[in-house]
């Protein structure tokens, strides 16, 4: 399989390096190679299909979203124009896609029950990668938060959930957010903000949903006094 | 920098909690040096914000840690598929010649299932009409004509003398429209135009008229009245010795 990392010079940045190596694989899509498709598809499935998966909360949905990303990707990949990094340009496609799909769902899935729900006990999710060294009660506590956490995130609003899964868990900045949602930097941000305080006001009603929480300058409930989400 | 108080520090501490996770790769941009030693110092004196930071971090620990969904293995298959698909028409569209073949095949076969409803009725239809053909046409009236003497009866046959009065006719030529009815009488005759006959030769034209027979004209089978120019000439009539007579 061809390998289109690049190592021409140890100088260069580790961004550097990577737009050099998206551009090697960009000119090999063009070029029609057959190790560059398999290449691009080993480097984007799993991203692409967990942003999918937190967009849509939903496995199958996700896997329909995957192809039709990949799709659009290798359709257009003579008229990508490099202006942002390979990565960007894929995260734009599948937050666009994912939002299409939900749109298609809100639609199209009113009223429709899936066979998963008929036997609610089945969890059709992929299994996670745990860390075997664990103890089963840091197991089933690190489960717990994790469950938490991802209802959490379903719960908050789509706007709001793009936002906080491309900063929080795909780690990107906020000008390749603001690429990849075509919006401004001020309402990355601002977006970001309101989804983490959406979500810190879930969590805080499911940990404790006696009192309210206040931003400040009251500590917050959720913490380590009433469970440590860690 | 001014001191911030503990809404600010907290809109920041996400920013903050970033910079000093190891593991972050995210950028300076977010936070500059001057906002960063505000909020450091301001957690060394607020234990509340602080609290706030440790629930932040472990917050984002928790996003971290939320497991990665492993691709299924459709879904992987189904991407080598559209894979494979896509790179062919990429190498067809690098390829002028190979991509007007293959749109000339994809022509063929558009045009071969835009048919393909069409070809079982078709084929019906026709192999039905001949059938009924078949068997109507024996019934068909299709003789052709066999008979001399058939008249014919689309077309107009003139009136005609059958037979010529015997009375003679002594005066000089004469031109008359004789107009015959449908059973082949006299009808009406006219002088035509330049010819004045005497009053003689008017009862000898009237007696050569009365007294001959006329075929009437034929319309679709059918006698119909009709007009006709005739030319009455002077004739001599001989009888011989035996009673016969005879024109000169």
């Known amino acids: 399989m061809a390998d289109y990392s690049l190592n021409l010079n140890a100088s260069l940045t580790s961004e550097q390096q990577a737009a050099l190596e998206d551009h090697a694989l960009i000119s090999a899509l063009q070029r029609a190679e057959a190790g560059a498709y398999e290449t691009l598809i080993r480097r984007f499935q799993a991203p692409v299909y967990n942003l999918a998966w937190r967009l849509l909360d939903n496995p199958a949905d996700a896997g329909d979203v995957v192809q039709e990303v990949f799709l659009k990707v290798f359709r257009n990949v003579n008229s990508f124009r490099g202006d942002s990094s390979l990565r960007t340009w894929i995260y734009r496609i599948a937050v666009n896609e994912a939002h299409n799909k939900r749109r298609w769902l809100f639609r199209h899935r009113k009223g429709e029950t899936g066979i998963e729900d008929v036997f609610p006990g089945d969890d059709n999710r992929e299994a996670p990668l745990v860390d075997a060294g664990e103890t089963p009660f840091d197991f089933t506590m690190n489960r717990e938060a994790q469950l938490l956490l991802e209802e959490g995130l379903a719960a908050i609003s789509p706007a709001f959930r793009a936002a906080l899964v491309l900063r929080e868990i795909e780690e990107l900045s906020y000008e390749e957010i603001a690429n990849i949602l075509d919006i401004s930097m001020g309402t990355v941000k601002s977006r970001i903000v309101r989804g983490r305080e959406a979500l810190r006001c879930y969590l805080a009603n499911r940990l404790n949903p006696a009192g309210a929480i206040d931003l400040a300058p009251a500590p917050v409930k959720w913490g380590l006094e009433t469970g440590n989400l860690k | ?248």
């Open chain 2, 1 to 248: 920098m001014e001191e911030l108080n503990c809404k600010s520090v907290r809109h920041n501490l996400w920013d903050y909690a970033a910079h000093t996770s190891e593991a972050s790769e995210l950028g300076p941009a977010e936070l500059t040096v001057a906002e960063y030693t505000a909020i450091d110092s301001h957690l060394d004196s607020c234990r509340d914000c602080d609290r706030c930071l440790a629930d932040v971090s472990s917050l984002r620990t928790g996003f971290r840690h939320l497991p990665v969904q492993a691709v299924p293995p459709l879904v992987q298959t189904r991407l080598q598929v559209i894979a494979s698909r896509e790179r062919s028409r990429q190498l067809l569209r690098m390829n002028p010649g190979a991509w007007m073949r293959d749109k000339l095949a994809s022509a063929m076969m558009a045009f071969n299932h835009f048919l393909r409803p069409y070809a079982v009725p078709a084929t019906g239809g026709l192999l039905s009409s001949c059938l009924c053909f078949s068997m109507i046409a024996q019934t068909l009236q299709l003789r052709p004509y066999l008979f001399d003497d058939d008249m014919p009866i689309g077309v107009f046959t003139e009136m005609s003398i059958a037979d010529v009065s015997p009375f003679s006719f002594s005066g000089k030529d004469v031109t008359v429209q004789v107009t015959v009815d449908a059973s082949g009488n006299v009808a009406n005759y006219e002088n035509m135009p330049g010819t004045k006959p005497t009053p003689e030769e008017y009862e000898e034209i009237c007696g050569l008229l009365l007294y001959s027979t006329f075929t009437p004209a034929m319309r679709a089978g059918q006698p119909v009245s009709s007009k006709r120019i005739l030319t009455v000439q002077h004739m001599n009539y001989k009888i011989d010795s035996r009673g016969l007579g005879h024109r000169d």
